[in-house]
């Protein structure tokens, strides 16, 4: 009889199969066995016959890749540590030196980081495009163009460009094309089939999430997706996976499976409360532009309007508004300090709203003509009661006048 120390770690016992329950069991793992050196020489990494190693999967990290396969319409996923890392998994297996990369000008600020710094010392050069003139987009595709960022709505100013028109001049030029879905989630419309009649014409190649937002849905986990639709292109994208040695926890990754199934309802209701809000922000005089794609009048609503579904869930719970200029930055500042339920903070999709004063002049090439002068704020608006979210956003102004 071994030590017991040994019998303890080798313990003969294991439990009956096919228990089963409303979430699934967490696998965890870096070493994952194989029966012989057989198996070890032969098992296939790169598809979901078996396990290799914990960075190449585990039952957990599979379902939840085939979960969101359904959720956007595709059909292989990765997962990766961050929206970001998604971002970046994206360029480094697509692009090279002397490549160039097209990103809108209202894009996610990091995705501009990552052209201007890393992308950029390798020899790799980006163009910044007007999301919601597609003739710039035509424009600027060249020859090296080989990676076509798209986002809708844009971050931070909330435009809805012409999706399925800039999927038209991707296709002409033969570029691929990632979507930018973290604000769509799957929800809002379908990345994949963007015509709308399930022919796959105008689908984007890769679609990429930050499931740190709706997917998580508490504002506690990070992590990204990239689904595709092209196993060729998948295994592009895996590879480079691999060789950055990308991966998520376990823990992470079950949070996300817990989040999931509530996901629509919590993304129809927090569209629901935000819509409401932002109409009430349109009869304050305190703010000259509200924000929001699913507002009449706000930059490429009838964008919105062709694309999205229009009734509840069919937009995500953000918003900006654009103060009055007789309103200097510190009074901006002063209403945000004296909101008591939105909190200070980046990122959204969680229960809570939160509230972040942008200072939009050093973020784009000039001022887009259709956005008012003035200080904005963005809104994610959580699931509070929207009554108390009105109630909250008066005293601020009230306090701040
Ligand atoms: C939050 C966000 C990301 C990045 O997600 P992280 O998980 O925070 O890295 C990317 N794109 C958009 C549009 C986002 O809102």
Redesign the pocket.
């Known amino acids: 009889m071994s030590e017991l120390s040994t019998q303890l770690i080798h313990h003969p016992y294991a439990p009956p199969a096919g228990f089963a329950a409303p979430q699934p069991g967490v696998f965890k793992a870096s070493t994952v066995f194989f029966a012989n050196v057989a198996a070890l020489r032969t098992r296939e990494w790169k598809d979901k016959s078996g396990y290799t190693y914990g960075l190449h999967g585990t039952p957990t990290t599979f379902l939840l890749e085939e979960r969101l396969c359904t959720l956007e319409g595709g059909l292989q996923c990765l997962l990766v540590p ?6 970046a998994n994206v360029a480094l297996a697509l692009l090279k030196t002397g490549d160039e990369v097209l990103i809108p000008d209202n ?2 600020g ?2 501009k980081a990552l052209a201007e710094g890393e992308l950029m010392a390798w020899g790799i050069t980006h163009q910044y495009y007007d999301a919601m003139n597609p003739a710039d987009l035509a424009e600027k595709i060249g020859a090296r163009t080989r990676l076509v960022w798209l ?1 809708a709505a844009g ?1 931070v100013t909330m435009e809805f460009p012409d999706l399925r028109d800039q999927m038209r001049i991707c296709r002409q030029h033969g570029v691929l094309a990632a979507l ?1 879905n ?2 769509g989630a799957g929800l809002a419309f379908r990345p994949f089939d963007l015509e709308g009649d399930g022919s796959g014409n105008l689908a984007v190649d890769i679609s ?6 709706y997917p998580s849905g508490g504002g506690d986990v ?3 997706s990239v689904v595709t639709r092209d196993l060729a292109l998948h295994m592009r994208l895996k590879l480079t996976h691999m060789r950055l040695g990308l991966g998520v926890a376990a823990n992470d990754t079950e949070t996300v499976l817990r989040s999931l199934p509530s996901m629509s309802l919590r993304y129809r209701a927090q569209d629901a409360s935000a819509r409401e809000l932002a109409r009430w922000c349109r009869t304050r005089p305190e703010f000259a532009q509200v924000l929001h794609p699913a507002l009449q009048g706000s930059p490429g609503h009838a964008h919105w309007q062709a694309l999205c579904r229009t009734g509840a869930g069919g937009a995500a719970s953000l918003f900006s508004v654009i103060f009055d200029a007789r309103y200097e930055a510190a009074q901006v500042d002063a209403f945000c300090d004296a909101l008591r339920l939105f909190k200070l903070g ?3 999709g969680g229960p809570i709203s939160l509230v972040v004063p942008y200072e939009l002049q050093g973020m784009r090439a000039a001022w887009p003509p259709h956005l008012a002068h003035g200080t904005l704020v963005r809104l994610a608006i959580g699931l509070e009661a929207t009554a108390d979210l009105q109630a909250d956003l008066l005293q601020a102004l009230q306090a701040m006048a």
């Open positions: 961050s929206g970001l890392a998604a971002i894009a996610y990091p995705n986002e971050s930018d973290t604000w990429m999430q930050a499931l740190t937002k990070l992590m990204g980046y990122s959204w």
